[in-house]
């Protein structure tokens, strides 16, 4: 894992960048990286990390870490909510059967669309991921 302030090529219009709290640096990156795909870029100590899939940029904000100060007006910032990064697969169903075998906790069960299905899984501190797996291609 790299220490510099920003990851290599990094920019405007190079990568999207999302920032979820957490309570433990290392659990989170463990997750991210074990579960779903990503890659560990920077770690400062137990404040921390980023990780990486493609052109997301995750930035956990641990303890301690400026990105995670109470606002001026006292409320605190949180893990959990709704909003969400989706995480696209090639099959749902076995993605579903890996996370279920690590115990990882689920929000719902799958959803069907014109878009395609997803379900909703939480990281250890209650972040929700939607996993999506796009629709067939209408042929015409």
Avoid: C
Wanted: proline share 8%.
């Amino acid at each position: 894992m790299s220490s510099q302030a920003s990851p290599s090529g990094s920019g405007p219009g190079s990568l999207a960048t999302v920032r979820y709290q957490v309570a433990d640096i290392d659990r989170a990156i463990a997750f991210y990286t074990r579960h779903l795909g990503f890659q560990a870029a920077e770690k400062f100590g137990s404040a921390f990390a980023a990780v990486t899939r493609g052109a997301l940029r995750l930035i956990l904000s641990g303890p301690g870490s400026s990105g995670q100060r109470p606002m001026p007006d006292g409320r605190r910032q949180e893990p959990g909510g709704w909003n969400r990064i989706v995480v696209y697969v090639d099959d749902l169903a076995s993605e579903i059967a890996s996370l279920q075998e690590a115990k990882v906790p689920f929000r719902n069960q799958v959803e069907s669309g014109p878009g395609g299905k997803q379900i909703m899984i939480d990281d250890p501190d209650g972040n929700p991921i939607e996993l999506h797996e796009a629709a067939a291609p209408v042929r015409r």
